[in-house]
Structures are given as structure tokens and as C-alpha cells.
């Protein structure tokens, strides 16, 4: 199956600070996607991003399918930022994810 | 427009039990998949549902089934429980006309014992 790596594991940032999350896959794939994991468990879209760059607010995803890699960036992170973020990959009917980075913001 | 719902939130069951987990997909959607998400691991691909079939199966004993009904709402049936079944079991609907991106909904812990 598809094997996708994220790094780094585990990141402490000062809030106010910008960070850069990368999502790694070893396989061409129909969609990818990145998540945000709240403290009760759901799991929070915030990017479908086959290719290209979008933006939402402070956070922003670039994946260039041709090389295999996709980057999350958190700029200006405030401590509602915290928690794991999950990279995950659509290809033969399933979502393969990511270990996860887990992020926190302190004050 | 309604998001995914899951039922029941927390479970508790004894070792060589059985359970049922329940989805109802966001609407407009038609392909329910789910997964099982131990703890400090990424979620696992259990299987996937799709106008009524499964679509797709990841690697988990058959002891592990499912449904998909004609309103593509969804039951995950674990039969004879173990002790490792203990997790997050999310549920997740998407459509072909969206390019599959997946909604989850909020889980459902389940705790054996």
C-alpha cells in the first residue's frame, strides 16, 4: 500500500512563531488531504489539495504531486493551533495516513 | 446541509463480546469508509461501503463487518471482541462527484475489557 511519512514527529513552537509541516507518499495518488485532530477525536479538514497551493487564514498547503511531497504551513501560530495534524492519502478506495505531527503552541 | 454523525460516543464492552457502531453520512454523500485509530498511531483503513457493497477492505480479520443501507447510512460489527479492539473507530462519507474528499465524524471510543 501507499506509505506516507510526516516530519517532524513533534514540534514545540512559541506562539507567534511559523512553522513548516512536510507530508511525504510513495506513491502517485488521487487526492491528498490534511487534517487537524481536536482533543475529543474528530478529525478537522483543512485542506483537499491534490496539487497546487490554497490558503485559509493563517494556514496554507502546497503539495507538488510530481515529487511526492506535500508542505502545511502555520504562520503567526496562536496555542488554539496545538494538536496533531494528519496528512493522508486517497488512492484504491482508502485514505492512507501520516503518523501525525504533533504540534505545540506555548504562550 | 448535515455532517456526519456517529452513535453512541463511548462504549464500553467485555472481551469476547459483540458491538455495533453506527453512521450516518453527510447528505449528498454515498460512500461511507471507517477506520480505527489506536492510540498515538494514524487512523487505519477498515473498509469502505459503497451503494450497498463493500468497495474495499483493508487488513483487518473478518470478524470485522459492515453495512451500508440505502439511505448510506453504516454499521461496523466487531464480533468476539479482544483486547486490542480497544480504539477510536471514525467513520467517514464522501462522493465520487467531489473527488472522494473525506468528512469524518466525531468517533466512537470504544473501550474492551
Known amino acids: 500500500g501507499i506509505q506516507v511519512e510526516q516530519s517532524p514527529p513533534d514540534l514545540i513552537l512559541q506562539e507567534g512563531a511559523n512553522s513548516t509541516l512536510r507530508c511525504n507518499f510513495s506513491?502517485?495518488?488521487?487526492?491528498l488531504q490534511w487534517f487537524h485532530q481536536n482533543p475529543w477525536g474528530q478529525l478537522i479538514n483543512l485542506f483537499y489539495i491534490p496539487s497546487g497551493t490554497k490558503q485559509n487564514g493563517r494556514l496554507s498547503a502546497t503539495t507538488v504531486a510530481t515529487e511526492r511531497y506535500s508542505l502545511l504551513y502555520i504562520s503567526s501560530s496562536q496555542t488554539t493551533d496545538s494538536g496533531v495534524y494528519f496528512c493522508?492519502?486517497?488512492?484504491?478506495?482508502?485514505?492512507?495516513f501520516g503518523k501525525g505531527n504533533q504540534v505545540v503552541v506555548i504562550p | 446541509e448535515t455532517g456526519v454523525t456517529q452513535s453512541p460516543t463511548h462504549l464500553i464492552k467485555t472481551r469476547g463480546q459483540q458491538v455495533t457502531l453506527r453512521c450516518s453520512s453527510q447528505s449528498g454523500h454515498n460512500t461511507v469508509s471507517w477506520y480505527q485509530q489506536a492510540l498515538g498511531q494514524g487512523p487505519q483503513f477498515i473498509f469502505q461501503y459503497y451503494r450497498e457493497e463493500e468497495n474495499g477492505r483493508g487488513n483487518f480479520p473478518p470478524r470485522f463487518s459492515g453495512l451500508q443501507f440505502p439511505n448510506y447510512s453504516s454499521e461496523l460489527n466487531v464480533n468476539a471482541l479482544e483486547l486490542d479492539d480497544s480504539a477510536l473507530y471514525l467513520c467517514?462519507?464522501?462522493?465520487?462527484?467531489?473527488?472522494?474528499?473525506?468528512?469524518f465524524g466525531p468517533g466512537t471510543r470504544l473501550t474492551v475489557t
Open positions: 506513491d502517485s495518488v488521487n487526492n
Open positions: 467517514a462519507s464522501s462522493s465520487s462527484t467531489s473527488g472522494y474528499e473525506q468528512y
Open positions: 493522508a492519502v486517497y488512492g484504491n478506495n482508502r485514505l492512507a
